[in-house]
């Protein structure tokens, strides 16, 4: 009479092989989650830019003095995503904006927009310019 099943043994082998790609695969995903947050924050950075473009056009302003609400929120939605409590700087005669973060996937990258239409990995860590009201 013959048996028409699996063995124990052949069940944990394959037992034993799914658990390790799972494992793998559970590694894997960390970078992604980090990666997404990044790709998310690069997004509503843009959209800072647009915003307060936008708001500055609505109220006829010559300067960037105000902002305007959307940016308050994409600010405060920015450091959710990061975690962190960056705020945007601005020139003492309110002509020039800039905002950076500090991104999840790298020790020293950051992401930076400005009002001159900037947006991208700063050249240097300090990031936006107090001279300058740029991303430098």
Request: charged residues 20%; negative net charge; hydrophobic residues 40%.
């Amino acid at each position: 009479m013959q048996n028409k099943g699996f063995t124990l043994i052949e069940l944990l082998v394959v037992i034993a092989i799914i658990g390790i790609l799972a494992g793998i695969i559970v590694v894997s995903m960390g970078g992604a989650q980090n990666s997404a947050k990044d790709a998310k924050v690069k997004a509503t950075m843009d959209q800072m830019r647009s915003a307060a473009e936008l708001h500055k056009i609505k109220i006829n302003a010559e300067n960037y003095s105000d902002l305007g609400p959307d940016v308050t929120t994409l600010v405060a939605a920015t450091n959710d995503i990061t975690g962190r409590t960056d705020q945007v700087m601005k020139l003492a005669n309110n002509s020039k904006w800039c905002f950076s973060t500090k991104l999840n996937t790298g020790d020293d990258e950051y992401w930076c927009v400005d009002s001159n239409g900037f947006a991208g990995e700063p050249t240097a860590s300090t990031t936006c310019s107090t001279a300058t009201g740029a991303c430098r």
